[in-house]
């Protein structure tokens, strides 16, 4: 069952999807799956379950790990299938999914899926923009740790500010300025297909808001689905954010959700 997103709370999104987040969870947090195509697969298995194949993100909890991760690649075989292009579909067909099988009791025909890919991608990728991208962030921003940073191994590029210089990292050694820096920051996530440079979104905040922005921290993904931004006051932070827990944004016609950066040791 789904319930119209615009009506819900981030809160009451996360409340109602919380089997999604469990399942998710695990994917990202313990299987160490990479937290964006793990959308995908968690967007699948919510499907399976609104065609009919009940309470199958339920029962797969109680999977062990290594169940849940043989599963998952199926999955994301499966998902390579639907989301190809239809004159590579032929070598496909004859696939087997084992494990997928054995939780829904029944043989997941690729036949179907491929008879109705169109419709099964369209459901597929409205879960992910319209659940996923918005109830799952936090799991993703825990997961990456969104920690500002001049490692080159960081998920995070290093920051550019109001002056157009690196500002280099944000703690010092007894982490107050990583807190207070914290206290000011925005989480910014962009909609898949339809990314926001830093130049864009720099631009946008200066254009709307005045110079406030002290350093934009982009997504390292190529595909640049999200960025933290520190302002340079708490005051900025809440003009922007109006007193909502989640604001959207159109940045060049390309949508934005906006809510405060929450790091993973407050959750």
Known sequence: MALPVEELTLKQLQQFHNIDRMAYSRLVLTLRFDPFPSMKIVAFWNFLERIGFKHFLHNLLHFSDPMIFSLAKETLVCLECLFCSPQEIFPWVHLDFPEMNKLVGQEILLGFLFKNRETVKGMIEDFVKDVCQVAFMDIVEGNLGCKPSSNPDSELDSPTSDDGGDNGELSTDDGKARVESEDRSL?????????????????????????????????????????????????????????????????????????RFVPKCRK
Do not use: W
Request: net charge positive; hydrophobic share 40%.
């Open 187 to 259: 989480f910014m996530t962009f909609s898949r297909g339809h990314p926001v440079s830093n130049q864009e979104l720099h631009g946008f905040i200066v254009g709307k808001y005045g110079k406030c922005v002290e350093a934009i921290y982009m997504d390292k993904n190529p595909k640049r689905l999200f960025a933290c931004v520190v302002l340079r006051s708490h005051s900025d932070l809440s003009r922007i954010l109006g007193g909502q827990k989640l604001v959207k944004l159109f940045i060049n016609g390309k949508q934005v959700r906006v809510r």
